[in-house]
């Protein structure tokens, strides 16, 4: 999300931050634990001390017993050892540390993927896409071999694979997330290695499962999709795709701060968030990455209408696993390792009982029950 929507000197900032807050709070650890190891050591040797001093004293005096000396100077020896402990979990913050130096490792970290040297110019996009001669190796063999595709603009594509690899990988070479090892991708007829990165992300919205939202205001959430967008804009897009209607019930209404993410919102509220981010962005290619998976029967008719107002007038390249967003779809790519099995409308290759998506969407509902 972070990448499709081009925010990363944001979130790079945002770490920057918390690495900051995170050494900060390393330094103090190792001094705690400095400290407190030394008055557990301290406390130990005086306590012993005391208690034989004092136990010897006694026994001279006749009023205690050598057992009873001893149950003494283990009693003592136990409470320093739980004292030990208490001090070790209070001021022992290992997992923060261990979060920091994710942190740096994500904060050095870079991508396979770069700018080219002189990127090429371009204007409003239409959303044609091509897929041409593509070949790539994946895990376990071949992944593509010399594969094309052309997507005309403003068609809904649904890409279907057993194990889904050729959906993933076709969607992440048209976000340069990652390249196949020949062949070209072209938005609108410009190859996107010609492109930078923010133009061709420009022209895409995605919506994945995950709907990954950030700890502000819905507002903010909103804004990501276009960060000029004014608050009027924000609102009609969101009335759009029906999350106003969630969003003015809440505290605050869209000045409402999203705390742990939108933890107290439900899956389907979260994911109409990130729809209404995609409308936001008015792009002409529209991704959906299992947008539709996992949802509670609840949220089901409100994120289809959702989603079905997000792909309207735009070219939709659908990555899903449910049969009713299959057939809806214009057009079906059914993948068989790596080869293009068939091409054709879901709803007629789904009515040929022999046909490839007929069968998948068989052994879909069968192992879904």
């Not at 009023?63 to 001893?70: S, Y």
């Given at each position: 999300?972070?990448?499709?929507y ?24 190792r ?33 205690m ?26 001021t ?125 205001t ?41 705390s ?6 439900s ?8 729809i ?9 290619v529209v ?13 089901r ?19 899903s ?6 057939l ?42």
């Amino acid at each position: 999300t972070i990448q499709s929507y081009g925010l990363e000197a944001r979130a790079a900032h945002s770490l920057a931050e918390l690495g900051e807050r995170t050494g900060r709070s390393r330094s103090a650890a190792r001094s705690s634990r400095a400290v407190g190891s030394f008055l557990t050591e301290l406390i130990t040797g005086l306590g012993v001390g005391a208690a034989l001093l004092l136990g010897g004293w006694r026994m001279n005096a006749g009023t205690m017993t050598p057992g009873e000396l001893t149950m003494v100077v283990a009693a003592v020896l136990i409470a320093v050892v739980l004292a030990r402990e208490v001090v070790q979990h209070s001021t022992g913050l290992r997992a923060i540390i261990a979060a920091g130096d994710r942190v740096g490792e994500l904060l050095e970290h870079r991508a396979a993927i770069t700018e080219p040297g002189r990127s090429q110019e371009i204007g409003r996009l239409r959303g044609e896409v091509v897929y041409s001669a593509l070949s790539a190796e994946g895990q376990n063999g071949p992944l593509f071999d010399s594969i094309s595709l052309v997507i005309p603009a403003g068609q809904h594509v649904a890409l279907v694979g057993r194990d889904g690899d050729e959906a993933s990988a076709l969607i992440s070479y048209l976000l340069r997330f990652d390249q196949p090892d020949s062949g070209r991708v072209l938005l609108d007829r410009y190859d996107t290695r010609a492109l930078s990165l923010a133009d061709v992300r420009r022209g895409l919205a995605v919506v994945q499962r995950e709907s990954a939202l950030f700890s502000e205001t819905v507002r903010e959430n909103i804004r990501v999709g276009r960060p000029d967008a004014t608050d009027d804009e924000i609102v009609d897009a969101a009335r759009r795709s029906g999350a106003d209607e969630f969003i003015t019930l809440l505290p605050d209404g869209y000045d409402t701060h999203l705390s742990r993410r939108g933890a107290a919102l439900s899956d389907g509220q979260r994911r109409r968030i990130a729809i209404t981010r995609a409308l936001l962005r008015n792009a002409p290619v529209v991704v959906l990455d299992d947008a539709d998976a996992d949802l509670a029967p609840a949220d089901r008719d409100a994120v289809h209408r959702a989603l079905a107002s997000l792909t309207a007038g735009r070219t939709a390249l659908i990555s899903s696993r449910e049969p009713e967003t299959i057939l809806g779809a214009d057009r079906a790519l059914c993948f068989e390792s790596g080869v293009l099995a068939e091409d054709g409308a879901p709803a007629r290759l789904a009515a040929d009982p022999d046909s490839w998506l007929a069968v998948w969407l068989h052994t879909t509902a069968e192992s879904s029950r």
